[in-house]
């Protein structure tokens, strides 16, 4: 079976506070991709990583950082020093190769208090 | 802003009908996804088209259909509508339509069955 778990479903943080958003997936296929989107209160869907099933490499943009474990079927999301403006929907996504289909967690709700 | 536009932002109508949603892809895009998401079912991947020709299928109802013209935009059809198609429902672009792509999404159209 192929699924996304993201077992936070909502996540409330005090402004400053760092906060990491967790991303477990199954797929039998060696070739996959996994992605994190954003959903701010506008509703529309915003692209923040890619991620590829042979590149395990750790990544850090600004306060943002992703950490991916294959051993443990994880592509975790860390946003340090939280803001308000970081409140909003975060969903992890697992796009097997050959499928060309997203296959959607259910979200974690983030909220950032000041 | 994404570039993907989607007309109308919100729809009403009643058991029954059939509605009509429209996407523009962003320039250059030859690849459009359709995306419902409704609180019980979380973001469904419905469709994808590519370059006018059908490429992938998910979760999408026999009621539902959809189409990518020569200009590339894309239309989504519902029919025999239910309480329970009541969502908002996404277009995605992306370049080639590839599982690695990047999808860019549009601001959704919120259908409300009554």
């Known amino acids: 079976a192929q699924k996304v778990t993201q077992a936070q479903t909502e996540i409330s943080v005090v402004e400053k506070e760092d906060v990491t958003l967790d991303c477990v997936y199954e797929t039998r296929d060696t070739t996959y991709y996994l992605f994190w989107y954003k959903q701010p209160p506008s509703g529309e869907l915003v692209f923040l990583i890619r991620?590829?099933?042979?590149?395990?490499q750790n990544e850090i943009s600004g306060r943002y950082s992703w950490n991916f474990q294959k051993s443990t079927s994880s592509f975790n999301f860390t946003i340090t020093a939280s803001q308000v403006v970081d409140s909003a929907v975060y969903f992890c996504a697992l796009v097997p190769s050959g499928t060309y289909k997203y296959i959607f967690g259910t979200g974690t709700r983030l909220k950032v208090l000041a | 802003d994404s570039g993907v536009t989607q007309t109308p932002k919100h729809l009403i109508t009643a058991t029954g009908q059939r509605v009509t949603l429209r996407c523009s892809p962003r320039?250059?895009?030859?690849?459009v996804y359709w995306y419902q998401q409704s609180l019980d079912q979380g973001l469904q991947f419905l469709i994808q088209y590519y370059n006018g020709e059908e490429r992938a299928k998910g979760n999408i109802l026999e009621r539902f259909s959809a189409q990518q013209f020569p200009d590339l935009h894309s239309e989504l059809n519902l029919s025999s509508l239910e309480l329970g198609d009541s969502a908002l429902y996404f277009c995605?672009?992306?370049?080639?339509?590839?599982?690695?792509?990047?999808?860019?999404f549009g601001p959704g159209t919120r259908l409300t069955v009554l």
């Open positions: 995605a672009s992306s370049a080639m339509g590839h599982e690695a792509d990047t999808q860019y």
């Open positions: 991620r590829n099933s042979f590149d395990e």
């Open positions: 320039s250059g895009d030859l690849s």
